[in-house]
């Protein structure tokens, strides 16, 4: 399929010709934003466990079945192993979503106060999430469409949240890093409008799998370079990293390799499973070479 983009005709991406589904589970000088009362100093790289899944058929029974000692035990290993922030989703198909979404919130917020990530592309199953936060959430997620953005951004700045915004609209996935930056600048202007400041956004380039979309892993790289080059301090930016290796042999030494090409590149954010041991070592050694992490030499075990 053909877009028009900028005033040129380039190919656009449809993630449903790849077979993945588009709601998975951001120099010094001048200011292109304000920034007000949400700025914040310089973060290490937050790491969002993608587990807490109805998608994952262990995770599916145990929210069919109420069981919070799963939920629990789950959310647990998960922050201690390093996560920085859970996401929840109920998983797809569900009649009882709201009522779902509202239990799992519960029954994870009984055992740690990490901070949530509120996903599902149902905007009144996000609404039913947040509305028992004990703490402001992360919602997961808008699109660049303008009707999603209008639902979203109210409520973004009506629960005091931030959000993930994928750089993608009813048209596609743009198919190069230039016009996924032109894409997250819309998003970016659009939630200024609705008064929110864009140290509340964390901005997806948008991760595919480099079995069918080869060309694509190196674009996303430089789309999150360029991000981090529009504003001080840098606009952050996140992946759904085990999307690139979807359907892959080889899965863990792709993640582990693009999570560690991403982090070169400013990566702000990784939605992963942080009980993959060898993965959250080259996080941790990258927070120690971009200069997060003070060096000692048992550093692994911090």
Known sequence: MLRKWRGK???????????????????????????????RPVEQMIVISERINGLFRSVG???????????????????E????????????????AVEAMRWLVHTVQEVTDVQLC????????????????????????TTAEAE?????????????????CLAMDERGIPNDAESRTGMAMVMVTTAMEHGIMPDRLLIDPLVLPVRAAQDQSMKVVDAVRMLRMLDD??????????NVSNGAKMRGVLNRTYLAMLMGAGLSA???????????????AGQVLRNERLYADDFLRA
């Open 9 to 39: 005709v380039e190919p656009i991406i449809d993630p449903s010709d790849l077979g993945i589904d588009p709601e998975p589970s951001i120099s010094r000088g001048h200011n292109v934003f304000n920034r007000a009362a949400h700025a």
């Open 148 to 164: 999603r953005m209008a639902q979203l951004f109210p409520l973004c700045q009506e629960h005091d949240a931030e959000i993930i």
């Open 233 to 242: 301090p840098p606009l952050r930016t996140v992946v759904g990293l085990s």
């Open 61 to 79: 029974r145990a929210i069919d079945d109420r069981d919070e000692n799963f939920v629990q035990a789950l959310a647990l290993r998960q922050v």
């Open 118 to 141: 509120i996903d599902s592309p149902d905007v009144m199953t996000v609404v039913g999430g947040m509305e028992v936060c004990d703490r402001s959430p992360i919602i997961n997620s």
């Open 270 to 284: 990784a939605i992963c499973d942080p009980e993959d041991q060898e993965l959250m070592d080259v996080l941790k």
């Open 81 to 96: 192993a390093g996560a920085t922030v859970l996401d929840v989703n109920t998983g797809p198909g569900r009649d009882d």
